[in-house]
């Protein structure tokens, strides 16, 4: 095995330059003028969204096919359509999705007596090497709600629904199924911090402490660093959660694999990765980025719980305490407290696992010697999306759903073997919130 041509590159960052970076965050960009001076409550969500992002795949594509197109696009989720003609929605296609399919595959998701004739059908044929159709990877579980908005909905509508737990919303054309779009919790949160100083009920909350606020949840799903990766996807899949807190054996937190990172595991010989250790997959992860950025990457981006919610929104976003004693990483200066920084995979290109990392090696690899190990500290709570939109959902006067609630129905979800094994009722089952939300 060659040499790892990060051995002869110095990082990019100092240990002071990432510090410096922690405590003084990227400020919101300039606003869009054509939206200075307007009431956000008047702006439409057909103005924040693109046709062109759209990527869609049929019922029948292969699953093969649809993640292909999944990792070569720069958008984290698919749309599914009935034919390659429609210009409507029935459900989506996403890494989510991707990671449930591959558990399936290497055998690590199990059905309930009633669907176990439906898993060893689909088994069978994908031992024989047939294509498994999109139709039947979404029937081995539905987590995510498949909500849509004409595209003349008010952004209210959308900080609302957002703020009780939905990830995404397909926008349509106002009187039709007519696909003109999707928003995500992550391009309103983006939109809102660059446009912040045109909505004044929003911008007064940024100069105040995530404390301060009551925003976050001390209810955080993590995972040791040195379990099994198969042990963390199989977590994240039956929490119906995104991304999971790696930490070591003091609570310090080490990094954070999301399900966008499956995108490393799509070749056979990734194949040995699941059964070394969530560290060993961190170690690729970050390597991967940096051959990809070019620079090394650091695993762990934190603010305190005494941060200003601007300083969290720009880092997002896992809570950390200061590093416990027996870490062997030195404290972190000026941060009494932290929230780890939640990699935006979405915007990453996908690349296959470097060839200079073994992926069936088993290196003694410890937390503390990660890059950024020791800026980290102890995990004590989590600020999501979610978090965010719903405090901006409550501050401007609406009534979001419970996101716990929402969080409870996913994990219901995920526990349930199977959904429905076609998706063709889903158009009639797909949620238009702009008719119960007022």
Known sequence: MPASPRSSRQFSLSSAGVQDLMNNPPKAGAADPAFVGRDWHDIAVGELVDAAEVRFVELDTGVEDATNLLMDSASTVLLIRSTRNDTSAIGTFDYRDLNQYLLFATGRLRPDEEHLAFYQDLAK????????????????????PFVVLPHTAKLTTAVETFGGGVHRIVVAKEGSDEVTGILSQLKLVNFLWENGRSFPVIDQLYPQTIKDLGIGSQHVISVNGDKPLKEALALMDKEGVSSLAVVDNQLNVVGNISTADVKLLTKS??????DNTCIHFISVILS????NDGKDSFPVFHVSPYST???TVAKLMWIVDSPSPSSSGPPTPSIPSAVLHNPLHVASSPQATPSFISASASPSVSASSLPGASMSGRLSGVVSLTDVLNLFARASGLNPNDPAETRRHRRRSSSSSLVRSSLESARSSSVDVSKILR
Request: aromatic letters at 0%.
């Open 125 to 144: 044929k994908a031992q024989q090497g047939q294509e498994i159709p999109v139709r039947d990877a979404k029937a081995l579980g539905s987590k995510e």
């Open 269 to 274: 010989s990734s194949a040995p990765l699941l």
């Open 288 to 291: 991967t980025r940096g051959m």
């Open 309 to 311: 919610l601007a300083h």
